[in-house]
């Protein structure tokens, strides 16, 4: 008799992803990873359903804040930094102007 597998939501949640944005067919993933159609579409459902984001703890929840904040920096960093290149650049191209008309 065959050992009941069990997979985690995250798991789950990948493999559901994989099929509803197209990058594979529910067929697919049932060949690579020998798992049940049936069972997939239960995965879809549960999906749907929202029952994989329930179970984020407070944890998860704070590092993933973290993390958005840390990237809301390096976007302000590298927006102001692209700004400043953009003046050097243009401040360039005038003095190329003046010394080649």
Same mark, same amino acid.
């Given at each position: 008799?065959?050992? @009941? @597998? =069990?997979?985690?939501?995250e798991? *789950?949640?990948?493999?559901?992803? $994989?099929?509803v944005?197209?990058?594979? #067919?529910? $067929?697919?993933? =049932?060949?690579?990873?020998?798992? =049940?159609?049936?069972? &997939?579409?239960?995965? *879809? *459902?549960?999906? +749907?359903?929202?029952?994989?984001?329930?179970?984020?703890? =407070? #944890? %998860? &929840?704070? @590092?993933?804040?973290?993390?958005?904040?840390?990237?809301?920096?390096?976007?302000?960093?590298? #927006?102001?930094?692209?700004?400043?290149? /953009? /003046?050097?650049? %243009?401040?360039?191209?005038?003095? +190329?102007? +003046? &010394?080649?008309?």
């Open positions: 008799m065959r050992k @009941r @597998r =069990s997979f985690s939501s798991f *789950k949640k990948e493999v559901v992803e $994989a099929i944005s197209g990058q594979a #067919t529910g $067929a697919e993933i =049932s060949r690579e990873y020998s798992i =049940s159609p049936v069972v &997939i579409s239960k995965w *879809k *459902k549960d999906y +749907k359903a929202g029952k994989f984001f329930e179970n984020a703890n =407070s #944890t %998860d &929840i704070a @590092r993933l804040e973290l993390k958005v904040r840390e990237l809301e920096r390096l976007v302000g960093e590298l #927006t102001m930094e692209n700004r400043m290149l /953009k /003046k050097v650049r %243009d401040l360039n191209s005038k003095k +190329k102007k +003046k &010394i080649y008309p």
